[in-house]
Protein backbone atom coordinates (compact mmCIF):
# COMPACT_ATOMS: atom_id res chain seq x y z
CA UNK A 1 0.00 0.00 0.00
CA UNK A 2 1.41 3.46 -0.57
CA UNK A 3 1.29 5.67 2.49
CA UNK A 4 1.73 8.81 0.36
CA UNK A 5 -0.25 9.07 -2.63
CA UNK A 6 1.29 11.78 -5.26
CA UNK A 7 -1.46 12.76 -7.94
CA UNK A 8 -1.00 15.76 -10.51
CA UNK A 9 -3.77 17.09 -11.63
CA UNK A 10 -5.09 19.37 -14.10
CA UNK A 11 -4.65 23.04 -13.70
CA UNK A 12 -1.53 22.46 -12.02
CA UNK A 13 -2.18 21.20 -9.02
CA UNK A 14 -0.03 18.24 -7.02
CA UNK A 15 -2.30 16.71 -4.21
CA UNK A 16 -0.26 14.77 -1.59
CA UNK A 17 -2.59 12.17 0.15
CA UNK A 18 -1.84 10.89 3.29
CA UNK A 19 -2.94 7.10 3.28
CA UNK A 20 -1.91 5.30 6.26
CA UNK A 21 -5.47 4.74 7.53
CA UNK A 22 -4.85 1.61 9.98
CA UNK A 23 -2.12 4.08 12.14
CA UNK A 24 -4.21 7.14 11.77
CA UNK A 25 -1.53 8.59 9.25
CA UNK A 26 1.05 8.82 11.56
CA UNK A 27 3.97 9.96 9.41
CA UNK A 28 7.01 7.45 8.65
CA UNK A 29 10.09 8.51 7.34
CA UNK A 30 9.38 6.81 4.41
CA UNK A 31 6.47 8.95 4.21
CA UNK A 32 8.20 12.48 4.90
CA UNK A 33 11.05 11.26 1.83
CA UNK A 34 7.81 11.11 -0.34
CA UNK A 35 6.35 14.45 0.72
CA UNK A 36 9.99 16.42 0.78
CA UNK A 37 10.90 14.72 -2.84
CA UNK A 38 7.12 16.19 -3.94
CA UNK A 39 7.38 19.61 -2.32
CA UNK A 40 10.78 19.66 -3.79
CA UNK A 41 9.89 18.57 -7.38
CA UNK A 42 6.89 20.80 -7.11
CA UNK A 43 9.38 24.29 -6.53
CA UNK A 44 11.53 22.52 -9.61
CA UNK A 45 8.55 22.38 -11.96
CA UNK A 46 6.89 24.75 -13.89
CA UNK A 47 4.34 23.01 -14.29
CA UNK A 48 3.12 22.33 -10.74
CA UNK A 49 1.76 25.87 -9.15
CA UNK A 50 0.17 25.10 -5.98
CA UNK A 51 0.20 21.64 -3.48
CA UNK A 52 -2.53 20.22 -1.64
CA UNK A 53 -2.32 18.68 1.58
CA UNK A 54 -5.48 16.37 2.70
CA UNK A 55 -5.87 13.05 4.75
CA UNK A 56 -8.47 10.14 5.17
CA UNK A 57 -12.03 10.84 6.08
CA UNK A 58 -11.76 11.58 9.88
CA UNK A 59 -8.07 12.04 10.37
CA UNK A 60 -5.59 14.07 8.55
CA UNK A 61 -2.10 13.10 10.54
CA UNK A 62 -1.67 11.62 13.92
CA UNK A 63 1.85 13.16 13.69
CA UNK A 64 4.64 11.86 13.78
CA UNK A 65 4.89 7.79 14.49
CA UNK A 66 5.87 7.83 17.91
CA UNK A 67 7.73 4.25 17.34
CA UNK A 68 10.19 6.09 15.21
CA UNK A 69 10.46 8.26 17.50
CA UNK A 70 11.61 6.25 19.85
CA UNK A 71 14.09 5.06 17.13
CA UNK A 72 15.39 8.67 16.93
CA UNK A 73 16.36 8.48 20.10
CA UNK A 74 19.62 6.74 20.32
CA UNK A 75 23.18 8.25 21.61
CA UNK A 76 24.63 8.74 18.05
CA UNK A 77 24.42 11.98 16.54
CA UNK A 78 22.73 10.17 13.51
CA UNK A 79 20.25 8.60 15.51
CA UNK A 80 18.94 11.96 17.07
CA UNK A 81 16.09 14.01 15.46
CA UNK A 82 18.58 16.24 13.46
CA UNK A 83 19.46 13.64 11.09
CA UNK A 84 15.69 12.33 10.87
CA UNK A 85 13.37 12.45 7.61
CA UNK A 86 10.78 14.44 9.91
CA UNK A 87 13.26 17.29 10.32
CA UNK A 88 14.16 17.23 6.58
CA UNK A 89 10.73 17.37 5.58
CA UNK A 90 10.37 20.33 7.78
CA UNK A 91 13.33 22.14 5.87
CA UNK A 92 11.60 21.86 2.83
CA UNK A 93 8.35 23.31 4.15
CA UNK A 94 9.45 25.70 5.41
CA UNK A 95 11.39 26.70 2.58
CA UNK A 96 9.03 25.65 0.10
CA UNK A 97 7.80 28.34 -3.02
CA UNK A 98 5.25 26.92 -4.06
CA UNK A 99 1.46 27.42 -2.68
CA UNK A 100 0.43 25.32 -0.26
CA UNK A 101 -3.61 24.52 0.47
CA UNK A 102 -4.26 22.06 3.86
CA UNK A 103 -7.80 20.32 3.85
CA UNK A 104 -7.92 19.53 7.48
CA UNK A 105 -10.47 16.87 8.16
CA UNK A 106 -10.58 15.31 11.78
CA UNK A 107 -7.36 14.75 13.93
CA UNK A 108 -4.50 16.83 13.41
CA UNK A 109 -2.11 16.18 16.15
CA UNK A 110 1.57 17.28 16.00
CA UNK A 111 2.70 17.64 12.49
CA UNK A 112 -0.40 17.17 11.44
CA UNK A 113 -1.29 20.70 13.32
CA UNK A 114 2.19 22.18 12.59
CA UNK A 115 2.57 21.84 8.77
CA UNK A 116 -0.91 24.07 8.71
CA UNK A 117 0.91 27.44 9.71
CA UNK A 118 3.00 26.42 6.63
CA UNK A 119 0.36 26.78 4.48
CA UNK A 120 -1.25 29.66 2.70
CA UNK A 121 -4.63 28.24 2.63
CA UNK A 122 -6.30 26.43 5.11
CA UNK A 123 -9.47 24.74 4.83
CA UNK A 124 -11.66 22.35 7.68
CA UNK A 125 -14.21 19.95 8.23
CA UNK A 126 -16.16 20.20 10.98
CA UNK A 127 -15.02 17.25 12.89
CA UNK A 128 -11.61 18.89 12.22
CA UNK A 129 -9.54 18.91 15.71
CA UNK A 130 -5.40 20.03 15.61
CA UNK A 131 -3.42 19.51 18.92
CA UNK A 132 0.02 19.62 20.04
CA UNK A 133 1.40 17.48 22.58
CA UNK A 134 4.97 18.24 22.25
CA UNK A 135 5.21 19.11 25.56
CA UNK A 136 3.23 16.44 27.47
CA UNK A 137 5.19 13.93 25.97
CA UNK A 138 7.77 15.46 26.93
CA UNK A 139 9.44 16.90 23.57
CA UNK A 140 9.33 20.73 22.20
CA UNK A 141 7.25 22.37 19.53
CA UNK A 142 8.53 21.92 15.81
CA UNK A 143 8.32 23.34 12.17
CA UNK A 144 8.86 26.70 13.60
CA UNK A 145 5.17 26.52 15.78
CA UNK A 146 7.00 28.23 18.54
CA UNK A 147 7.44 31.45 16.34
CA UNK A 148 4.97 31.30 13.95
CA UNK A 149 2.24 30.29 16.29
CA UNK A 150 2.20 33.14 18.86
CA UNK A 151 2.48 35.64 15.62
CA UNK A 152 -0.89 34.06 14.81
CA UNK A 153 -2.96 34.19 17.89
CA UNK A 154 -0.67 36.04 20.50
CA UNK A 155 1.81 34.63 23.29
CA UNK A 156 -1.19 33.85 25.43
CA UNK A 157 -3.18 31.84 23.38
CA UNK A 158 0.08 29.93 21.86
CA UNK A 159 1.07 29.35 25.24
CA UNK A 160 -2.62 26.96 26.26
CA UNK A 161 -1.85 25.48 22.47
CA UNK A 162 1.71 24.76 22.99
CA UNK A 163 2.08 24.22 26.59
CA UNK A 164 -0.84 22.81 27.74
CA UNK A 165 -1.68 21.08 24.51
CA UNK A 166 -5.14 21.97 24.47
CA UNK A 167 -6.82 20.78 21.24
CA UNK A 168 -8.36 23.51 19.10
CA UNK A 169 -12.32 22.41 17.23
CA UNK A 170 -12.49 23.46 13.51
CA UNK A 171 -15.07 26.48 14.75
CA UNK A 172 -11.82 28.30 17.09
CA UNK A 173 -9.23 27.62 14.70
CA UNK A 174 -11.41 29.42 12.03
CA UNK A 175 -11.65 32.08 14.79
CA UNK A 176 -8.40 32.32 15.58
CA UNK A 177 -7.57 32.93 11.88
CA UNK A 178 -5.80 29.39 11.64
CA UNK A 179 -8.29 27.81 9.08
CA UNK A 180 -10.07 30.03 6.16
CA UNK A 181 -13.34 27.95 6.55
CA UNK A 182 -15.02 25.01 7.81
CA UNK A 183 -16.61 23.01 5.01
CA UNK A 184 -18.68 20.25 4.99
CA UNK A 185 -16.00 17.12 4.76
CA UNK A 186 -17.84 15.92 1.50
CA UNK A 187 -16.49 19.21 -0.44
CA UNK A 188 -13.51 19.96 1.41
CA UNK A 189 -10.47 18.31 -0.94
CA UNK A 190 -12.63 19.63 -3.88
CA UNK A 191 -12.76 22.86 -2.37
CA UNK A 192 -9.16 22.79 -1.28
CA UNK A 193 -8.40 21.68 -5.20
CA UNK A 194 -10.96 24.64 -6.47
CA UNK A 195 -8.65 27.27 -4.44
CA UNK A 196 -5.46 25.56 -5.24
CA UNK A 197 -6.14 25.72 -9.11
CA UNK A 198 -7.28 29.49 -8.73
CA UNK A 199 -3.56 29.79 -7.21
CA UNK A 200 -1.63 27.94 -9.68
CA UNK A 201 -3.45 30.33 -12.49
CA UNK A 202 -2.17 33.44 -10.84
CA UNK A 203 0.84 35.01 -12.42
CA UNK A 204 3.53 32.99 -10.70
CA UNK A 205 6.07 35.97 -10.20
CA UNK A 206 3.46 37.80 -9.04
CA UNK A 207 2.08 35.17 -6.96
CA UNK A 208 6.13 34.21 -5.39
CA UNK A 209 6.61 37.94 -4.88
CA UNK A 210 3.58 38.68 -2.69
CA UNK A 211 3.37 35.11 -0.91
CA UNK A 212 7.02 35.51 0.40
CA UNK A 213 5.83 39.06 1.48
CA UNK A 214 2.82 37.91 3.21
CA UNK A 215 5.03 35.24 5.09
CA UNK A 216 7.03 37.76 6.66
CA UNK A 217 10.95 37.19 7.60
CA UNK A 218 11.69 34.07 6.05
CA UNK A 219 15.40 33.72 8.62
CA UNK A 220 13.28 34.08 11.15
CA UNK A 221 11.24 31.39 10.34
CA UNK A 222 14.01 28.96 9.32
CA UNK A 223 15.99 29.94 12.40
CA UNK A 224 13.32 29.13 14.72
CA UNK A 225 13.42 25.34 12.95
CA UNK A 226 16.87 25.14 13.96
CA UNK A 227 17.01 25.98 17.36
CA UNK A 228 13.69 24.23 17.87
CA UNK A 229 15.05 21.06 16.19
CA UNK A 230 18.46 21.22 18.54
CA UNK A 231 15.95 21.33 21.45
CA UNK A 232 14.48 18.82 20.40
CA UNK A 233 16.96 16.27 20.15
CA UNK A 234 17.87 16.72 23.62
CA UNK A 235 14.45 16.23 24.68
CA UNK A 236 13.83 13.57 22.27
CA UNK A 237 17.09 11.21 24.61
CA UNK A 238 15.71 12.21 27.93
CA UNK A 239 14.13 9.71 30.51
CA UNK A 240 10.86 11.74 30.67
CA UNK A 241 10.21 11.88 26.77
CA UNK A 242 11.39 8.23 26.60
CA UNK A 243 8.90 7.56 29.05
CA UNK A 244 5.95 8.86 27.44
CA UNK A 245 6.48 7.36 24.40
CA UNK A 246 6.79 4.23 25.60
CA UNK A 247 3.86 4.67 27.69
CA UNK A 248 2.04 5.57 24.11
CA UNK A 249 3.21 2.59 22.51
CA UNK A 250 2.56 0.00 25.21
CA UNK A 251 -1.30 1.06 25.44
CA UNK A 252 -1.74 -0.32 22.19
CA UNK A 253 -0.32 -3.76 23.00
CA UNK A 254 -1.91 -7.00 24.17
CA UNK A 255 -1.48 -7.55 27.86
CA UNK A 256 0.81 -10.76 28.25
CA UNK A 257 -0.40 -13.52 30.50
CA UNK A 258 2.84 -14.80 32.35
N1 LIG B 1 2.39 6.95 16.06
C1 LIG B 1 2.27 5.62 15.93
N2 LIG B 1 1.09 4.99 15.95
C2 LIG B 1 -0.01 5.73 16.10
C3 LIG B 1 0.04 7.13 16.24
C4 LIG B 1 1.31 7.75 16.21
N3 LIG B 1 1.45 9.06 16.31
N4 LIG B 1 -1.21 7.59 16.38
C5 LIG B 1 -2.03 6.54 16.32
N5 LIG B 1 -1.30 5.41 16.15
C6 LIG B 1 -1.79 4.04 16.02
C7 LIG B 1 -2.27 3.49 17.36
O1 LIG B 1 -1.18 2.96 18.10
C8 LIG B 1 -3.21 2.40 16.90
O2 LIG B 1 -2.45 1.32 16.47
P1 LIG B 1 -2.97 -0.21 16.75
O3 LIG B 1 -4.29 -0.31 16.03
O4 LIG B 1 -1.90 -1.05 16.15
O5 LIG B 1 -3.12 -0.33 18.23
C9 LIG B 1 -3.85 3.05 15.66
O6 LIG B 1 -2.95 4.05 15.20
C10 LIG B 1 -5.20 3.69 15.93
O7 LIG B 1 -5.02 4.65 16.97
P2 LIG B 1 -6.01 4.79 18.21
O8 LIG B 1 -5.28 5.50 19.29
O9 LIG B 1 -6.61 3.46 18.54
O10 LIG B 1 -7.12 5.73 17.58
P3 LIG B 1 -8.05 6.79 18.34
O11 LIG B 1 -9.04 7.24 17.31
O12 LIG B 1 -8.57 6.23 19.62
O13 LIG B 1 -7.09 8.01 18.72
C11 LIG B 1 -5.37 9.66 18.30
C12 LIG B 1 -6.45 8.74 17.68
C13 LIG B 1 -4.64 10.34 17.18
C14 LIG B 1 -6.09 10.71 19.19
C15 LIG B 1 -4.43 8.82 19.19
O14 LIG B 1 -4.00 7.67 18.43
C16 LIG B 1 -3.20 9.56 19.60
O15 LIG B 1 -3.24 10.34 20.55
N6 LIG B 1 -2.07 9.30 18.90
C17 LIG B 1 -0.79 9.91 19.24
C18 LIG B 1 -0.73 11.27 18.64
C19 LIG B 1 0.58 11.94 18.99
O16 LIG B 1 0.90 12.13 20.15
N7 LIG B 1 1.33 12.28 17.96
C20 LIG B 1 2.66 12.87 18.07
C21 LIG B 1 2.57 14.32 18.30
S1 LIG B 1 4.15 15.04 18.51
Known amino acids: MQTIIISDLEGGVRLITLNRPDKKNALTGAMYDSMREALAAADASEAIGAVVFAGQPGM ?22 SASPALAFIRQLASTRTPMVAAVDGIAVGIGATLCLHCDLVYASPAARLRMPF ?79 IRGDQAQIEAAVEAEARAFDAQLRSPESQERLAAFLSRSKPATST
Open 60 to 81: FSAGNDLADFMGNAGDNAEDGF
Open 135 to 213: VELGLVPEAASSYLLPLRVGRLRATELLLLSRPLEADEAQALGLVNAVLPADMLVEQAIAQATKLAALPRGALAASRAL
